[in-house]
């Protein structure tokens, strides 16, 4: 695929893998170590179209400043296909687990098949949660789809609730729709809550402060939003 091709499937892309989604934007960037004007046009086209994934703000700051582009988009695809996080999930888990996650994050559905003593209950928000259950019932997991409006139950029923971010700042993370519910029943509960953070996901206050200014549609109601800001 033409890099400028590959950058427009990254910037029209929905419900993808970030991390790929990062990937493939990294290695079409690369090309551009001689037009430094044309990289800060791609990048900023990028984060116009994908505000809220943290990762790409990451890499492509990274990009933009780089005296070798082509090296570090190799550094930074090279960073997403080695991130631990998934690994540090899994071993962190406690024994015989029953976790609680929303909608489908990306990082905790890789990572809990690792663990062959869990079983996953799925918050089925905007109908992920079928899929998702596909996904790990492949992995020999056990794992049951649940209507959002039984999260009080689901809750109670399990040992934890894990949650995974796009972005975080210093005091807070967008997070998908669904999510916020999860925790606060969850903290009334007392039950603990996880939030995974991948490879390029914490960002510096800036960076935070633009992606929540670009997000948020003030012609589109609350309820109606596709992500949510979790203290």
């Given amino acids: 695929m033409h890099p400028i091709e590959q950058l427009r499937y990254v910037a029209r892309a929905s419900g993808a893998d970030a991390s790929l989604l990062v990937e493939e934007a990294a290695s079409a960037l690369g090309v551009f170590g001689r037009d430094p004007a044309g990289m800060v046009t ?6 116009t179209r994908q505000p809220e994934i943290g990762a790409l703000w990451w890499m492509a ?10 090296e570090t988009s190799r550094d930074v695809i090279a960073a997403l296909r080695s991130d631990p996080t998934g690994r540090h999930l899994a071993h962190e888990l406690p024994d015989n687990p ?14 809990l098949p690792r663990r062959g003593d869990a079983s996953v209950l799925v918050l089925d928000v905007e109908g992920q949660g079928t899929s998702v259950v596909r996904r790990l019932d492949r992995a020999d997991l056990v794992s049951e789809h649940v209507d959002p409006a039984h999260v009080a139950g689901a809750v109670e029923e399990s040992s934890l609730v894990v949650l995974e971010a796009a972005a975080v700042g210093e005091g807070a993370a967008l997070v ?3 999510s916020v519910p999860a925790a606060a029943v969850a903290r009334a509960a007392g039950v603990p809550v996880w939030l995974v953070v991948g490879v390029g996901r914490r960002l510096p206050e800036p960076y935070w402060e633009a992606i929540v200014e670009r997000v948020a549609d003030p012609d589109l109601p609350a309820f109606l939003a596709p992500h949510e800001v979790l203290s």
């Fill in 98 to 111: 029953r976790v609680l996650i929303s909608g489908w994050p990306d990082i905790a559905v890789a990572a």
């Fill in 61 to 70: 700051a990274q990009m933009v400043t780089s005296t070798d582009p082509w």
């Fill in 42 to 47: 791609a990048c900023r086209r990028l984060l």
């Fill in 176 to 178: 998908d729709v669904g």
